[in-house]
């Protein structure tokens, strides 16, 4: 089998969504499963809306996914004589023409025939012309076959035809010497080698025009393989009413890339029953006939869960260093990197995403504990004084809070007070932490320490004592 070139070609005219995600990562996969080259290609021609920082969120977006490219990126302004040179050869064989008539003219053409209810083609009008009208500009036009019928033989959507005679002598250069999209597309595709064109299928009906053209230019033609579209949950067109569309914004919402790569893979590709797949496991299985030829709807319920298996299964320390600018962006700067590891292991099986995370852990690092101003009044009152201070008389006793020390704590003033457990632990827990919500009491006290747990305790008797 010849080398599998697949590649990746995005307009930098906005960020990298998860359609255009979800097509890189197959053309990914599918390269690493043969061995082959995955090829990263920016098409820029779109002058007018393309931009750097179009393309650097694209890169990184790309390299936070892991999606590593062997060449590239290429850009096509930088290839623009390689066009140039050959729509001439195709100019040279007879296979285009040069394209004399003013855009006025050809919308008005356009016009009437929508008008009369006719499909608007160009009526080959310079086709046909005999002489150059003196220096006005030119567009150069490709000659499109009008009979018979062009093929697509689909890797995922099966055989699909097309009559000649619906299609138009496309332009392919503009006056300005820009590139059309299906004349740069097939040129870098022929002389970039790519064998395989994996891609959204709303590009099937511009792959007739580009079949034409690898022929006219005597190239080989590579596999086609067109991948349904992405639809909301409700089954409609993906938009911005469904929630996070780009890929950076679920870096910003704290999911974990393997989680996205995850959850992108199984919208439309399938193997049995398996949810979960190590990055490993999809280059070995990876293949275009388990991609379904149906739309596959998002489901935002499934990434969370995915992303919760894999903050749970995380190391400690390569979590803490994913939660950590999480916890940086908070203003917790300079933080023990001990605490941070012991925090992350706590608290990774009660989290869906990493900004949760973040906001579970902000009371550990934080110097002043920050009190949950609705349940102020329930927790911070004098019936709560003798718990604190008797808390406080027993853990000055202690040379270490480990976790058995703080569950003995508990449960001795409980008894002390003749109080149910609860009505010990709520307090103290309000007095740690600022919430009513938190890990076990006796795993907060452990990772607090015994210098954070007297201040916290004091600073509640303090409070107390100043309401009073």
């Excluded at 089998?1 to 005219?13: D, H, K, L, Q, Y």
């Excluded at 359609?19 to 061995?35: E, M, P, Q, S, V």
Aim: proline share 6%.
């Amino acid at each position: 089998m010849a080398t599998v070139r697949t590649r990746f070609a995005p307009s930098p005219t906005g960020d990298l969504h998860i359609g255009g995600a979800r097509t890189a990562l197959f053309n990914w996969l599918l390269a690493r499963h043969f061995g082959g080259a995955f090829v990263l290609r920016i098409e820029d021609t779109d002058v007018a809306r393309s931009t750097q920082e179009s393309i650097q969120v694209i890169l990184d977006a790309m390299r936070w996914l892991g999606l590593d490219w062997d060449e590239g990126p290429y850009y096509q302004t930088q290839r623009l004589s390689l066009y140039r040179e050959m729509a001439e050869q195709l100019l040279a064989q007879g296979k285009a023409y040069r394209c004399f008539c003013p855009p006025e003219e050809l919308e008005a053409k356009r016009d009437a025939a929508l008008k009369a209810g006719l499909k608007p083609k160009y009526d080959r009008t310079c086709l046909h012309r005999r002489t150059s009208p003196g220096d006005r500009p030119f567009a150069i036009r490709f000659f499109s076959p009008d009979e018979g019928k062009t093929v697509v033989e689909d890797l995922i959507q099966g055989r699909v035809e097309f009559d000649n005679q619906e299609l138009d002598d496309l332009i392919i250069l503009r006056s300005d010497g820009i590139p059309t999209y299906n004349f740069s597309v097939v040129v870098d595709d022929v002389t970039m080698a790519i064998t395989h064109v994996i891609r959204g299928n709303d590009h099937l009906n511009n792959t007739p025009r580009q079949i034409q053209i690898y022929q006219a230019l005597g190239a080989p033609l590579p596999k086609f393989g067109h991948v349904p579209m992405i639809l909301g949950p409700d089954k409609k067109k993906l938009s911005k009413r469904h929630g996070a569309q780009s890929v950076m914004e679920y870096q910003k919402m704290g999911y974990l890339p393997q989680a996205v790569i995850n959850y992108l893979v199984r919208l439309g590709w399938s193997y049995g029953d398996q949810e979960e797949f190590t990055l490993e496991e999809l280059i070995e299985k990876f293949s275009l006939e388990a991609v379904g030829k149906a739309a596959a709807a998002i489901n935002p319920g499934k990434l969370d869960w995915l992303n919760a298996q894999y903050i749970k299964r995380m190391d400690p320390h390569a979590l803490a260093k994913e939660v950590l600018p999480f916890l940086e962006a908070r203003g917790y700067q300079g933080m023990d990197p001990v605490l941070l590891r012991k925090v992350a292991l706590s608290l990774r099986e009660r989290v869906k995403t990493l900004v949760e995370l973040a906001d579970l852990a902000a009371f550990y690092f934080q110097e002043e504990v920050v009190y949950e101003e609705s349940t102020l009044k329930k927790f911070l009152i004098p019936e709560s004084l003798p718990i604190f201070k008797e808390a406080l008389e027993e853990i000055s006793k202690e040379s270490q809070l480990e976790r058995e020390v703080g569950h003995r704590l508990i449960q001795k003033l409980s008894e002390k007070q003749q109080v149910p457990l609860v009505k010990i632990a709520q307090p103290l827990r309000f007095a740690l932490t600022g919430r009513t919500a938190s890990p076990p009491l006796d795993e907060v006290i452990e990772i607090l320490g015994k210098e954070k747990v007297i201040r916290r305790i004091q600073r509640a008797i303090s409070y107390i004592e100043r309401q009073s």
